[in-house]
């Protein structure tokens, strides 16, 4: 944040059922994956925001960071509304590749 505006992890790590990691396995055999309760896992969402082609993404004078995906920067004056919109069409894309929905993980008011 000192060096560039941003709010930190934007997504948090979606909990997805073992299903869907088999389906994602099909074209990414190599989707990093974690235990979690309920017979679940846990997906990194850094990964497949990366895997969606957003990673290092600008728009004019905001964007994703070019060294963690999961991180959505303003370089210079970029309103709520563009960085919220900016997620909002990260989630989808996400969600349109994957069938994972993330979720935001900072507190938007």
Do not use: M
């Amino acid at each position: 944040p000192k060096e560039i505006g941003n709010a930190g992890s934007f997504f948090k790590n979606p909990v997805v059922s073992k299903l869907i990691l088999e389906n994602i396995k099909k074209n990414h055999p190599n989707v990093p994956n974690y235990p979690a309760p309920n017979n679940c896992v846990k997906l990194a969402a850094g990964w497949l925001i990366e895997q969606a082609g957003w990673k290092g993404k600008t728009f004019d004078y905001y964007g994703v960071h070019k060294l963690q995906a999961l991180v959505l920067v303003n370089y210079k004056g970029a309103t709520g509304k563009e960085i919220f919109d900016l997620s909002t069409s990260i989630i989808t894309e996400v969600k349109n590749i994957f069938g994972v929905e993330l979720e935001r993980e900072v507190k938007i008011i």
